[in-house]
């Protein structure tokens, strides 16, 4: 780096200073590393909402400028330059520049620059840079497209949707930092729980070239249940700071008019809500004590909007294919929140969305995405719209709804025909006794769970009542329960004669050798 660019000394970035890194992303930038030295110019690293893709990214920043390369931050909208800025500024990389169209903060001179793609593209014009940040890298902008075809740079995408059509002839490596179902036995992500409202009746809607329902379709179906989204938020979630999402502008103000016409403090935060409206609704609504309850939006706040304290999602836009944009949504609720006593997200699901992405959304809870067409395939894959079977089914182990395949609750599998193999010390099927008096305890392992919470909350103090059934297991399982698996988040299940004749036997048998039962 040549220092005369600068108009004084080459700025410090030895000053700086970063949280120790979670190991997911400790993991990520290890990978991160390593896939440069193989060769890897372009990367995409992939982790759900809440993970820290930002932080992730700054670090990044932080150990090239250290290195003395340039390095370029792309952000897609104003919200997130903001953002990124401020974070920034809170580890100690407050000399940079942004590029933003008459922005107070401009200076090309510094090595570090947080950049609008738009102000980018008008100017068609890209600062030195030798390493390009691309956040929500799955908004494929021409502009950055281009430029990282022909850069020498290195590039970095960051994503919690590495969805789109593609993706995968930009980046060359997809690192799955982490999951949302390890991040959230972990706490950095609360519980989704779900209750399916009213939706709409969209069969035959119009849909667009690309498969999804048009806005008008979905707006004109939509309005029918704006009444009903109001009432049921008053009923389950009215404590909660909200986030709504509409299916369109229109939809969106009719949402909001209905809530203020509650009672509720509401307001509207779409393509239309101007630059200087933006940052005072984004700082009322940060508010601990926020006098602005809920925020209606159609995709604006879909992406990018950190407000850890929000704890509920209202879902009224239907999607027929766009997995990508329900998970982004859904996304807005889930942070943890440890100082507001915010223990789960609420999602109120007037949409269906639930229902019709439960197969793939309960294996991204899981596992992520394997590659970026696998990703990709996702989001062209269109989904059944069957009014008569909409009920969210539940866990057969927990009760959890919705549940399709795997539970994201208790992990729950439904088992696959001549595939499923047993771990050791823990069977599929939970058996006492040979041959004829060969008795059913459980169907596997979380299913014996449920059955002994259900007993131990019955028959123990409230202070005794997990480690009783952690022991009850053990006994009968040979091994413990998961470290992820408590007593407070496991639903009431019918106790099987076979299970409470078990726990008696096992109760009677310690009774007479002077043990505790």
Same mark, same amino acid.
């Given at each position: 780096?040549?220092?005369?660019?600068?108009?004084?000394?080459?700025?410090?970035?030895?000053?700086?200073?970063?949280?120790?890194?979670?190991?997911?992303?400790?993991?990520?930038?290890?990978?991160?590393?390593?896939?440069?030295? =193989?060769?890897?110019?372009?990367?995409?690293?992939?982790?759900?909402?809440?993970?820290?893709?930002?932080?992730?990214?700054?670090?990044?920043?932080?150990?090239?400028?250290?290195?003395?390369?340039?390095?370029?931050?792309?952000?897609?909208?104003?919200?997130?330059?903001?953002?990124?800025? %401020?974070?920034?500024?809170?580890?100690?990389?407050?000399?940079?520049?942004?590029?933003?169209?008459?922005?107070?903060?401009?200076?090309?001179?510094?090595?570090?620059?947080?950049?609008?793609?738009?102000?980018?593209?008008?100017?068609?014009?890209?600062?030195?840079?030798?390493?390009?940040?691309?956040?929500?890298?799955?908004?494929?902008?021409?502009?950055?497209?281009?430029?990282?075809?022909?850069?020498?740079?290195?590039?970095?995408?960051?994503? %919690?949707?590495?969805?789109?059509?593609?993706?995968?002839?930009?980046?060359?490596?997809?690192?799955?930092?982490?999951?949302?179902?390890?991040?959230?036995?972990?706490?950095?992500?609360?519980?989704?729980?779900?209750?399916?409202?009213?939706?709409?009746?969209?069969?035959?809607?119009?849909?667009?070239?690309?498969?999804?329902?048009?806005?008008?379709?979905?707006?004109?179906?939509?309005?029918?249940?704006?009444?009903?989204?109001?009432? =049921?938020?008053?009923?389950?979630?009215?404590?909660?700071?909200?986030?709504?999402?509409?299916?369109?502008?229109?939809?969106?103000?009719?949402?909001?008019?209905?809530?203020?016409?509650?009672?509720?403090?509401?307001?509207?935060?779409?393509?239309?809500?101007?630059?200087?409206?933006?940052?005072?609704?984004?700082?009322?609504?940060?508010?601990?004590?926020?006098?602005?309850?809920?925020?209606?939006?159609?995709?604006?706040?879909?992406?990018?909007?950190?407000?850890?304290?929000?704890?509920?999602?209202?879902?009224?836009?239907?999607?027929?294919?766009?997995?990508?944009?329900?998970?982004?949504?859904?996304?807005?609720?889930?942070?943890?929140?440890?100082?507001?006593?915010?223990?789960?997200?609420?999602?109120?699901?007037?949409?269906?969305?639930?229902?019709?992405?439960?197969?793939?959304? =309960?294996?991204?809870?899981?596992?992520?995405? =394997?590659?970026?067409?696998?990703?990709?395939?996702?989001?062209?894959?269109?989904?059944?719209?069957?009014?008569?079977?909409?009920?969210?089914?539940?866990?057969?182990?927990?009760?959890?709804?919705?549940?399709?395949?795997?539970?994201?609750?208790?992990?729950?599998?439904?088992?696959?025909?001549?595939?499923?193999?047993?771990?050791?010390?823990?069977?599929?099927?939970?058996?006492?006794?040979?041959?004829?008096?060969?008795?059913?305890?459980?169907?596997?392992?979380?299913?014996?769970?449920?059955?002994?919470?259900?007993?131990?909350?019955?028959?123990? %103090?409230?202070?005794?009542?997990?480690?009783?059934?952690?022991?009850?297991?053990?006994?009968?399982?040979?091994?413990?329960?998961?470290?992820?698996?408590?007593?407070?988040?496991?639903?009431?299940?019918?106790?099987?004669?076979?299970?409470?004749?078990?726990?008696?036997?096992?109760?009677?048998?310690?009774?007479?050798?002077?043990?505790?039962?």
């Amino acid at each position: 780096m040549n220092a005369r660019l600068f108009a004084d000394a080459a700025p410090d970035y030895t000053t700086a200073s970063f949280p120790p890194p979670r190991p997911f992303q400790h993991t990520a930038h290890e990978a991160l590393r390593q896939g440069f030295r =193989e060769g890897h110019r372009c990367q995409v690293i992939a982790a759900p909402t809440g993970a820290g893709k930002s932080y992730l990214g700054l670090r990044v920043a932080h150990e090239a400028l250290q290195k003395g390369r340039r390095v370029t931050f792309l952000c897609d909208r104003t919200t997130l330059i903001n953002q990124t800025s %401020a974070a920034a500024n809170a580890y100690g990389l407050s000399a940079h520049g942004i590029v933003q169209a008459n922005h107070p903060r401009r200076d090309s001179s510094l090595p570090f620059q947080i950049a609008s793609v738009q102000t980018i593209d008008k100017r068609e014009f890209w600062p030195q840079t030798d390493v390009l940040i691309v956040d929500e890298c799955h908004t494929l902008h021409k502009a950055w497209v281009d430029y990282a075809a022909t850069t020498k740079a290195a590039v970095i995408g960051l994503t %919690a949707t590495p969805f789109t059509k593609g993706m995968g002839e930009i980046f060359s490596r997809l690192i799955n930092a982490t999951t949302m179902h390890d991040l959230t036995e972990s706490g950095v992500l609360v519980p989704l729980r779900v209750l399916s409202c009213t939706r709409p009746d969209m069969a035959g809607a119009a849909v667009t070239k690309g498969g999804e329902w048009s806005d008008k379709a979905a707006e004109e179906r939509g309005m029918g249940i704006v009444g009903d989204v109001v009432k =049921e938020w008053q009923l389950h979630a009215s404590d909660r700071k909200t986030i709504v999402f509409g299916s369109s502008i229109v939809h969106s103000k009719a949402l909001c008019a209905q809530f203020v016409e509650a009672g509720v403090m509401a307001a509207v935060f779409t393509s239309e809500t101007t630059a200087s409206e933006r940052e005072m609704l984004v700082r009322e609504f940060s508010k601990p004590d926020a006098t602005l309850r809920v925020l209606v939006s159609v995709e604006a706040l879909a992406k990018g909007f950190d407000v850890p304290d929000v704890g509920c999602v209202v879902d009224a836009r239907p999607l027929r294919k766009s997995l990508s944009t329900f998970i982004q949504m859904i996304g807005r609720g889930l942070r943890c929140s440890p100082g507001t006593g915010k223990t789960d997200c609420l999602l109120l699901d007037h949409s269906g969305n639930i229902v019709r992405f439960a197969d793939d959304f =309960e294996r991204i809870y899981h596992d992520g995405v =394997e590659s970026l067409d696998d990703g990709a395939k996702l989001d062209k894959t269109v989904r059944k719209d069957e009014p008569g079977e909409y009920e969210a089914k539940a866990c057969p182990s927990c009760g959890h709804a919705p549940f399709s395949k795997r539970c994201m609750a208790c992990g729950f599998e439904k088992p696959v025909a001549a595939t499923e193999t047993a771990a050791a010390g823990m069977m599929r099927e939970i058996t006492i006794g040979k041959g004829k008096s060969r008795k059913v305890l459980a169907n596997d392992p979380a299913h014996l769970w449920g059955q002994l919470c259900t007993y131990a909350r019955a028959h123990s %103090a409230p202070d005794k009542q997990h480690w009783r059934a952690r022991f009850l297991f053990k006994d009968m399982v040979g091994d413990w329960p998961p470290d992820g698996w408590h007593i407070a988040t496991t639903p009431d299940v019918p106790v099987s004669p076979a299970v409470t004749s078990k726990i008696k036997a096992r109760n009677i048998s310690r009774a007479k050798a002077g043990g505790r039962v």
